[in-house]
């Protein structure tokens, strides 16, 4: 039993990174040199999935030209013996992947999106990387990590991770009950609930494998928090029906959605590259040792302040 499909909802507006997202999407940010998006499908293909489905809008189309083949590009690569860098440009889709693309036709939340993805999906479980939530740091990519969890149950998995309590208001949060380590089954589910009326610290994060059940519940869907068609709410009325199981994955997740979650993506990612690691991490040494110097040059406060 392998998850062979993923959707990665991409058509949303990125207004937080606006100027940056105005003519590009969010998702081809590059965290050091590979765009956001990137990380996803290459998560998702660790897991053992084939098939790729975006769920688009009209802005996105740099996500459809950075997976497809560049023949002139290559071949310039080619004759100028460029090996390491044609390499780099043909693994950003391996042999044997493939990539749908479908429109969501108005942003009416991550709900919505992901029912647009039914056409591709079809009555197949299947998993959905929100690309924004980067996950690296461990033994085994997170959806890898599910996915085996998935095998042993053969029901839905979500991504789940302790949050500090003031936050809870920014994700979905599970009640749960534990059934194993870092393994529990959801008893309840409500997006982005105020601190004082979250269930628990428990935010589900952008990873999940879901049962196509979901598809006929998102039909019947109301829109919730913001307006929007929630997903969250479509796994409640799930939970009525399947066992919903919350995994809390190893590893350190990046909330590139944020700028502050973006710029620790590239400095710790960019401490782990091959190529500018070593370099950056001195750079970084100097440059913090800068600024204990600056403290102690910093000229003295004068009595009247
Ligand atoms: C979405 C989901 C939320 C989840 C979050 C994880 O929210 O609706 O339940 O916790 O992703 O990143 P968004 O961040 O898109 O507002």
Redesign the pocket.
Known sequence: MRIRKAVFPVA?LGTRFLPATKASAKEILPVVDKPLVQYAVKEAIAAGAEEMVFITSHTKNSIMDHFDRDYELEATLEAKGKTELLKAVREVLPPGITCVYIRQPEAMG?GHAISCALPAVGDQDFAVI?A??LIAGSFQPCLAQMQRVYQEYGTSVLAVQRVPQEETY???IVEVEPIGPGLSEIRGIV??PDPDKAPSNL????RYILTPRIFKILDQTKPGAGGEI???DAIERLMGEQTVLAYEFQGTRY?C?SKLGYLKANVEIGLQHPEIGDRFKNYLRDLTDSWGDDEDDSPKQSANG
């Open positions: 949303g991550l929100l924004d939530d920014k994700y979905g997006e982005k935010a589900v994060v952008g929630q997903l969250t909330d959605g």
